[in-house]
């Protein structure tokens, strides 16, 4: 345990359990909303902040969570505007929002795409005092809404309509929904990088799905891996000098391959109790020939 | 003539550009089961839709319960059906958490109290589902999916059902639980609104029936009586939900 002697590694593990913390917990309402990869192109849109944090000489953290904030909320709005159009102007949001993190970094003193690598892929060795303030700040707010709002969240994301007649605010938990997820990418471009944030947000979510049926289960869950997979690997980083990012990533990806596998042979197991509480199961094979019967049902 | 619970008075609606409403009224009164009733396209689901907010109208008046819709906050006197084929998000979730959203209308702060889960729990017993409560509804028939979407609507304990084609989908052993729940409401006083393909099991609870045709009413008076083909017992239409969007990727 000699890495938590360095003030650098004991900063990097914190930034690195409230990413495990936040990513899933933002990330599972953006899997419920079939909207998996907005955390993606929200992480495009920051690299337009980052850049502008080096042009003007201000927090690249602060300034990245001012702009992916302003364009996770044009998002919601070309959701709900555009319709038809939309990914069109979702397109021209996200490549622009990279473009312009290039074409910023470049024009600032000094600075070059090697100043970008840290933050589209992660770097826990340069995770500074102010940025640790930064994350906890951030990484608080988002706790505060994905489990203070848990119950107003999942009704929007399950069914926005449904939401709507039970006298919900839909459009603006929609925004705060946006809002959050880009706070979130912002707290975890440090550890894992802007390119890589989504994996974080989605795939714990994903591969604890293979183990649960309730939401509150999978919640819990996705937490739960998410939180392993950034300790361990901060410290593989560590020891291997390894990129973070990347290592955490693939050890996310390792644990949905391993929970699949585990899934398997409960699916069945609950198939089969299933089958057992019910008296007269549904044959498993199709009758031939099909036939009318008694009822008025058409077999099949 | 009685309070009335529902008024639409020369209500439009647009689709983009296209005109699915042309100026239709529409009044349902407390106690009465209205069924809405036309072809695929003729602007029944819209209709609700835009009773509901989820479609805004272009022109005319929308009350409920006497209130212009615009200012109507007091949502937990309606329950709402939408048309779905799945109860079921892109994140597993259990019976009970499905049916426990429709409680939140009544939920100060979204926090449910034992009496919100209590009646969670009787709205489940309505529809016959209370066994399957911890289940995931994943694991569920279509028919149980509409038991459950019917019981999220129930679970507020409202006074008015607006239900977009319940029985759509719905095995039969479902159909006749839905609408002996249905039954129960309406003996209870409920006021209910429903979109329908064809009166169905549903037959004998309806008042009076709204017919549109290319978003004008047509009929409004007592039901059509069904004939020929249609009038067979277990009769059942197979039928697309063309309004239900197609979730996928960013722009869901």
């Keep these: 345990m000699d890495f938590l002697d360095y003030a650098f590694m004991q900063r990097a593990l914190l930034a690195a359990v409230l990413v495990g913390i936040t990513a899933p917990a933002v990330g599972i309402y953006l899997v419920q909303r079939r909207q998996a990869l907005m955390g993606d192109g929200i992480g495009h849109v920051a690299m337009t902040g980052v850049g502008l944090g080096f042009l003007l000489s201000w927090s690249p953290v602060w300034m990245a969570t001012l702009v992916s904030v302003l364009g996770a909320v044009l998002m919601e709005l070309i959701r709900w505007y555009g319709r038809t159009r939309g990914d069109i102007a979702l397109a021209m949001l996200f490549y622009g929002g990279m473009a312009g993190g290039v074409m910023f970094i470049n024009l600032a003193p000094g600075g070059s795409n090697a100043n970008l690598t840290s933050y589209l892929f992660g770097s826990l060795s340069t995770v500074s005092e102010s940025d640790v303030t930064a994350i906890c700040v951030l990484a608080a707010f988002v706790v505060l809404v994905t489990l203070g709002l848990r119950r107003q969240l999942f009704a929007v994301s399950q069914d926005e309509e449904f939401a709507r007649v039970t006298g919900l605010p839909v459009r603006a938990l929609n925004l705060l929904t946006a809002v959050t997820a880009a706070v979130t990418v912002t707290v975890a471009m440090r550890v894992v990088g802007l390119l890589l944030v989504s994996a974080l947000m989605v795939v714990p979510v994903a591969a604890a799905q293979q183990l649960t049926r309730s939401f509150a289960a999978t919640f819990a869950i996705a937490v739960a891996i998410g939180v392993t997979v950034t300790i361990s690997g901060t410290v593989t980083s560590y020891y291997q000098d390894v990129p973070p990012g990347a290592t955490i990533v693939l050890l996310t990806i390792g644990a949905f391959i391993v929970l699949t596998g585990l899934a398997t042979p409960l699916a069945r197991r609950r198939a089969r109790a299933a089958a057992a509480a019910q008296p007269a199961p549904d044959p498993a094979e199709c009758a031939i020939p099909a036939s009318r019967q008694a009822d008025g049902t058409v077999g099949v | ?252």
Excluded at chain 2, 126 to 146: E, F, P, Y
């Design chain 2, 1 to 252: 003539m009685s309070e009335s619970v529902i008024a639409l008075r020369a209500v439009r609606a647009d689709l983009g550009s296209r005109p699915v409403l042309r100026g239709i009224d529409l009044t349902v009164h407390r106690g009465e089961v209205v069924a809405l009733l036309g072809a695929n396209g003729s602007g029944k689901s819209t209709a609700i839709r835009t009773i509901i907010g989820q479609v805004p109208a272009s022109a005319g008046e929308i009350e409920l319960f006497g209130t212009p819709r615009g200012r109507f906050r007091d949502w937990a006197r309606v329950g709402y059906v939408p048309q779905r084929t799945t109860a079921a998000g892109g994140v597993p979730a259990t019976v009970t958490e499905i049916v426990s959203s429709g409680r939140l209308s009544r939920a100060r702060f979204g926090v449910l109290r034992k009496a919100d889960k209590a009646a969670v729990r009787r709205a489940l017993e309505l529809v016959g589902m209370a066994d399957r409560a911890r289940d995931s509804v994943n694991a569920l028939s279509g028919g149980q999916h509409q038991r459950v979407l019917i019981a999220r609507a129930l679970a507020a304990e409202p006074e008015l059902l607006i239900m977009d084609e319940p029985m759509a989908g719905v095995d039969l052993a479902s159909q006749e639980v839905l609408a002996r729940t249905l039954g129960e409401q309406v003996a209870q006083g409920t006021t209910v609104l429903l979109v329908l393909h064809e009166l169905g099991p549903l037959e004998p609870l309806i008042d009076r029936a709204v017919v549109l045709r290319d978003g004008c009413v047509q009929h409004d008076g007592p039901p059509p009586r069904a004939v020929g083909q249609h009038a067979l017992p277990g009769h059942d239409h197979v039928h697309p939900h063309d309004h239900e969007p197609i979730r996928t990727g960013l722009l869901s």
